[in-house]
């Protein structure tokens, strides 16, 4: 059974720091490309960073470059996301996915409240 577990999430004041893990389970992790979105009410559904292959090139929405740094941990099957400088615009639910070939698979997000 494939899981994506989200966990990490929470109320941050601006400028301060959140640590965003997604636990995988039930697909072989390393060959997966994962990534990390963010969805804000009332808004799509939007990429905010991902990581092609283990150790490779990691990309990032412009919003959040210099901010935001994408991880993964193969030997746990954990994919993380360091979250530096937070404004009150990055609240959202934040979701993890993971993708092979036509393969895709969601977790259940955890929320992000930036505010003062």
């Known amino acids: 059974q494939v899981q994506l577990v989200e966990s990490g999430g929470g109320l941050v004041q601006p400028g301060g720091s959140l640590r965003l893990s997604c636990a995988a389970s039930?697909?072989?992790?390393?060959?997966?490309?994962m990534r990390w979105y963010r969805q804000a009410p009332g808004k799509e559904r939007e990429l905010v960073a991902g990581?092609?292959?283990?150790?490779?090139?990691?990309d990032y929405r412009d919003s959040v470059k210099g901010r935001f740094t994408i991880s993964r941990d193969n030997a746990k099957n954990i994919l993380y996301l360091q979250m530096d400088s937070l404004k009150t615009e990055d609240t959202a639910m934040y979701y993890c996915?993971?993708?092979?070939?036509?393969?895709?698979?969601w977790g259940q997000g955890t929320q992000v409240t930036v505010s003062s």
């Open positions: 990581m092609l292959l283990p150790g490779g090139r990691r």
């Open positions: 039930g697909f072989t992790f390393s060959r997966f490309t």
């Open positions: 996915h993971a993708n092979y070939g036509n393969l895709n698979y």
